[in-house]
Nanobody, 124 residues
Framework: QVQLVESGGGLVQPGGSLRLSCAYS????????MGWYRQAPGKQRELVASIDRESITTNYAATVKGRFTISRDNAKNMGYLQMNSLKPEDTAVYHC?????????????????WGQGTQVTVSS
């Protein structure tokens, strides 16, 4: 079974930056679209950003557009989320996930398997 392992979270001050990484366990990463999600305490998990197989199309939630950048390196089976100008409301556990179709990533209920995620805390 394919595993996704997130890393790169931490504690950062408002206005700071973090780069999250998502390691995909098989050499089939180039065949899937990828998304980053977050879940804050007491809230539903939400899609933050998604990217298609060839990095041609990206989508962002309105709350992060202009601050976050999703990218991927298919040769390394890695996905990334560069987060700039972080705000306290960005505090959450961040997860990555994948799907054959980018549109599948739009609905969290379509996705069955989740990794541990990585905690991002934005606080002064």
């Amino acid at each position: 079974q394919v595993q996704l392992v997130e890393s790169g979270g931490g504690l950062v001050q408002p206005g700071g930056s973090l780069r999250l990484s998502c390691a995909y366990s098989e050499n089939t990463f180039e065949f899937v679209a990828m998304g980053w999600y977050r879940q804050a305490p007491g809230k539903q998990r939400e899609l933050v950003a998604s990217i298609d197989r060839e990095s041609i199309t990206t989508n962002y939630a309105a709350t992060v557009k202009g601050r976050f950048t999703i990218s991927r390196d298919n040769a390394k089976n890695m996905g990334y989320l560069q987060m700039n100008s972080l705000k306290p409301e960005d505090t959450a556990v961040y997860h990555c996930n994948k799907a054959l179709l980018m549109s599948t990533l739009d609905d969290v209920s379509n996705l069955r398997s989740w990794g541990q995620g990585t905690q991002v805390t934005v606080s002064s």
